[in-house]
């Protein structure tokens, strides 16, 4: 089985630049690629950040950009975006019975779940799950039972070695690896927030996150001007068998063919 990992969209309303690209032409050029090299995916997820500053009118652009794509696409929210505006336009989206935008999904015998890690509040960027988000989490665990299981979430619990992200990351670290023992296969985790392409293993656990469509967060700060870089923009394409788990870092918009001479 195959399916699709994008992350941090950053779309904005105007469909203008964002810190000097176009999050619009960057989402567009992906859909694209994995429609015409991809389109046997089972299923495409969106890890959070959809929009930059929470718009209305850029969440509507998206949800008809989708309208013509394929794939059964699952979001995410993120730091960026506004729980109670993405609902407003995608009213029909899975979400748990609090209302937050998790839910599972589960193919060929395998178990995802897609979590809720947007912490309230203005201006607030660190992750955050609730009491009521874990314990979904923990029944969603325990129902899985020994399935192959995989989870997405924006926020992760740990630090990577980036001040700028490490600052924002989820709060609730210990609670959270607490609900994973509840999981009796966890095979992997799929993370957005960073802006990097990262494999870490945390706690026995393997997580992999990609780039942003948009702008990238440098590796060392003081090695660009300002907080952003123009690093290769990714999506992932993920294949599962049953005793492998492979994850192509898909820099779509770099691939020119080179002519030997
Ligand atoms: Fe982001």
């Not at 859909?31 to 495409?44: E, G, I, K, T």
């Not at 890890?47 to 059964?72: H, I, V, W």
């Not at 706690?203 to 992999?208: A, L, S």
């Not at 780039?211 to 999506?235: K, R, T």
């Amino acid at each position: 089985m195959k399916f699709i990992h994008i992350t941090d969209v950053h779309l904005v309303g105007d469909k203008g630049a964002l810190n000097g690209l176009v999050p619009f032409v960057h989402l567009d050029a992906c859909l694209n690629d994995v429609v015409q090299w991809h389109r046997d995916a089972s299923f495409c997820v969106i890890s959070g950040d959809l929009a930059e500053f929470a718009e209305t009118n850029a969440y509507q652009a998206l949800k008809m950009r989708l309208s013509s794509f394929p794939l059964p696409c699952f979001l995410m929210i993120g730091n960026h975006d506004n729980r109670t505006v993405f609902q407003s336009v995608f009213p029909k989206h899975p979400k748990d019975s609090n209302g937050y935008i998790q839910h599972r999904f589960e193919k060929n015998g395998c178990v995802f779940l897609f979590l809720d890690t947007k912490k309230e509040g203005r201006g607030v960027h660190e992750g955050q799950l609730c009491a009521d988000r874990l314990d979904w989490l923990k029944q969603q665990l325990i129902q899985a039972k020994d399935k192959p299981t995989f989870l997405f979430l924006h926020h992760p619990p740990f630090n990577i070695g980036v001040p700028y992200v490490d600052n924002i990351r989820l709060q609730e670290v210990e609670e959270f690896a607490a609900a994973l023992k509840h999981g009796q296969n966890i095979r992997h985790v799929f993370y957005g927030h960073v802006h990097r392409m990262t494999y870490v293993n945390w706690r026995g656990v393997p997580f992999t996150s990609l780039p942003s469509l948009n702008h990238q967060i440098p590796l060392n700060a003081a090695s660009v001007q300002g907080e952003f870089c123009d690093e290769p923009a990714a999506y992932g394409v993920v294949q599962i068998e049953d005793d492998q788990l492979t994850v192509h870092f898909n820099t779509f918009l770099q691939r020119n063919s080179l002519h030997q001479t």
